[in-house]
């Protein structure tokens, strides 16, 4: 049997048989049972991995927040220490001076001549300088001096040919050190000498 093209029915290609459609979805084959599996393994693969991650970052956030806690208790820690440390060390600088205290008390108490009271009053003088020269002061020498900026302080330049130029010829007020720390200069005055 001859159609229009020349060709007959047998002669025609048939169907290539290798090259045919893929199964349909509804189709039992086992292909199609592996690729619904793998579907399913690799949705449960990230979900797992995001939990991983939550867990581990719930693990971190708890690590940083008892980190900070113990950083704020330990600053704290430090600035009581600290505070504790300034009241002591005033205690212990306060506790020299009881002494002086008690004897003015006493000095107070007793009437006396003027010159046993002055007599009394230079004795606490003394014990006082003790107390301090304990704790680490000393006066700053001044009165024949030559002035130094560092720890004088002049009130006064006076003009006179009985001393050398810039020599402290008079203190006003004592300066004391402590150790090598200034608490106060000593207030003077100095001598303008045009000759020298």
Same mark, same amino acid.
């Given at each position: 049997? %001859?159609?229009?093209?020349?060709?007959?029915? #047998?002669?025609?290609?048939?169907?290539?048989?290798?090259?045919?459609?893929?199964?349909?979805?509804?189709?039992?084959? !086992?292909?199609? @049972?592996?690729?619904?599996?793998?579907?399913?393994?690799?949705?449960?693969? !990230?979900?797992?991995?995001?939990? %991983?991650?939550?867990?581990?970052?719930?693990?971190?956030?708890?690590?940083? @927040?008892? =980190?900070?806690?113990?950083?704020?208790?330990?600053? %704290? /820690?430090?600035?009581?220490?600290?505070?504790?440390?300034?009241? $002591? =060390?005033?205690? &212990?600088?306060?506790?020299?001076?009881?002494?002086?205290?008690?004897?003015?008390?006493?000095?107070?108490?007793?009437?006396?001549?003027?010159? &046993?009271?002055?007599?009394?009053?230079?004795?606490? $003088?003394?014990?006082?300088?003790?107390?301090?020269? %304990?704790?680490?002061? /000393?006066?700053?020498? =001044?009165?024949?001096?030559?002035?130094?900026?560092?720890?004088?302080?002049?009130?006064?330049?006076?003009? #006179?040919?009985?001393?050398?130029?810039?020599?402290?010829?008079?203190?006003?007020?004592?300066? $004391?050190?402590?150790?090598?720390?200034?608490?106060? !200069?000593?207030?003077?005055?100095?001598?303008?000498?045009?000759?020298?």
């Amino acid at each position: 049997m %001859k159609k229009s093209n020349g060709k007959s029915e #047998t002669e025609m290609p048939g169907l290539d048989l290798e090259h045919e459609l893929p199964p349909s979805d509804g189709d039992d084959s !086992p292909s199609g @049972a592996g690729v619904s599996g793998a579907s399913a393994s690799a949705a449960s693969g !990230p979900e797992a991995e995001l939990q %991983k991650l939550k867990a581990e970052r719930d693990s971190l956030l708890d690590r940083l @927040a008892r =980190a900070q806690a113990e950083f704020d208790n330990a600053r %704290k /820690r430090a600035a009581k220490e600290q505070q504790d440390f300034r009241d $002591y =060390a005033a205690a &212990d600088s306060i506790k020299p001076l009881l002494p002086v205290m008690d004897s003015f008390e006493r000095a107070l108490q007793v009437k006396s001549e003027p010159g &046993d009271f002055r007599s009394g009053v230079e004795l606490i $003088y003394k014990q006082l300088q003790d107390a301090l020269a %304990k704790l680490g002061v /000393r006066a700053i020498p =001044a009165k024949g001096e030559p002035f130094d900026p560092h720890v004088h302080e002049a009130i006064e330049m006076v003009e #006179t040919s009985q001393a050398a130029d810039h020599e402290v010829i008079e203190e006003l007020q004592r300066g $004391y050190k402590l150790k090598d720390r200034l608490l106060r !200069p000593a207030m003077v005055k100095v001598a303008k000498n045009p000759g020298n």
